[in-house]
Nanobody, 119 residues
Framework: QVQLVESGGGLVQPGGSLRLSCAAS????????MGWYRQAPGKQRELVALITSGGITNYADSVKGRFTISRDNAKITVYLQMNSLKPEDTAVYYC?????????????WGQGTQVTVSS
């Protein structure tokens, strides 16, 4: 079993910054692909950013140049540095861990942390 616990959300003014953290525990290994997703009210959950165990990253077009995903494999923790925040970034942000082993997919979600961008 894997547990993911997000932290760092909150209320920030447009143009501000926040840093989200996701601490993983349980039967999780550095081989997992870690990601951040978000879901705004009335919208589907969408990918924000992914990072592989080797540090390869992928970002949604809407956050490129503003958000940075990173990970600490020793601590099994993933971060999302969010700069130049916009009101449209308001959403619940979820951490995800994913890997495929022998044809079996292991996928886990955190409980989410609220990010609100408003003046």
């Amino acid at each position: 079993q894997v547990q993911l616990v997000e932290s760092g959300g909150g209320l920030v003014q447009p143009g501000g910054s926040l840093r989200l953290s996701c601490a993983a525990s349980g039967s999780i290994y550095s081989s997992y692909v870690m990601g951040w997703y978000r879901q705004a009210p009335g919208k589907q959950r969408e990918l924000v950013a992914l990072i592989t165990s080797g540090g390869i990253t992928n970002y949604a077009d809407s956050v490129k140049g503003r958000f940075t995903i990173s990970r600490d494999n020793a601590k099994i923790t993933v971060y999302l540095q969010m700069n130049s925040l916009k009101p449209e970034d308001t959403a619940v942000y979820y951490c995800n861990a994913d890997r495929m082993v022998g044809g079996v997919r292991y996928n886990y979600w955190g409980q989410g942390t609220q990010v609100t961008v408003s003046s």
